[in-house]
Every structure is written in structure tokens, then in C-alpha cells.
Nanobody, 116 residues
Framework: QVQLVESGGDLVQPGGSLRLSCAAS????????INWYRQAPGKEREWVAG????????SYADSVKGRFTISRDSARNTVYLQLNSLKPADTAVYYC?????????WGQGTQVTVSS
């Protein structure tokens, strides 16, 4: 059974940092393109960052570029999203997604709240 599990969300003050994890079971994450999305209350889900299958390329939404970093740990079969210089506008549920052709898997999400 394929499962993606996000973790690491928390309540943090503006300017703070978090590291989100997307751990997989039932699939090898290095075989998949991995993307992070987020959804704030009352808003549509939006793409945040992505990393290619081989991990050689990554891309970011303009709103997070320079603050967020996506990376892989092949040994742990996990993808991370490092969130720095957090703003209240970053408050959302963050989801990871693994895609390979027609295979498309989502995690259940982890809540990030940025507030003083």
C-alpha cells in the first residue's frame, strides 16, 4: 500500500523556520517527481515547490523563492521542505505529491501556522 505522510508542521512566529517532511512507504521517492502544495483557509490549493525525479532540478513559486528549499534524502525515502523567514501569509496546510506517469499520490497534509 502506497502512503505519503507529511510531518513537521507547527505554530511558529513570523521570521521563524520549520522543516516539513514527506515520508513514503510502498514506493521509492527517487523514482517520482515530488511537489509540495499548500492550501490556506478559503483559498485554492497552490503549488509551492518541486524537485525532479533525479533530484537534479528544483523549482519554486515566486512567493517562496529564496525562503523555501526542497531536498531529498534517498536513504530515508523522504523529501523535505525547509521553510525559512516565515510570514503569516505562509499559513496553510502543506501537502506533498508524488507523480510518475499516471501514478499520482498525495499525503494527508500538515498544518503550518505563522502567527505572533
Amino acid at each position: 500500500q502506497v502512503q505519503l505522510v507529511e510531518s513537521g508542521g507547527d505554530l511558529v512566529q513570523p521570521g521563524g523556520s520549520l522543516r516539513l517532511s514527506c515520508a513514503a512507504s510502498g514506493l521509492i521517492l527517487t523514482s517520482y517527481a515530488i511537489n509540495w502544495y499548500r492550501q490556506a483557509p478559503g483559498k485554492e490549493r497552490e503549488w509551492v515547490a518541486g524537485i525532479s525525479r533525479a533530484g537534479s532540478g528544483s523549482s519554486y513559486a515566486d512567493s517562496v523563492k529564496g525562503r523555501f528549499t526542497i531536498s531529498r534524502d534517498s536513504a530515508r525515502n523522504t523529501v523535505y521542505l525547509q521553510l525559512n523567514s516565515l510570514k503569516p501569509a505562509d499559513t496553510a496546510v502543506y501537502y506533498c505529491r508524488a507523480v510518475l506517469g499516471l501514478q499520482d499520490y498525495w499525503g494527508q497534509g500538515t498544518q503550518v501556522t505563522v502567527s505572533s
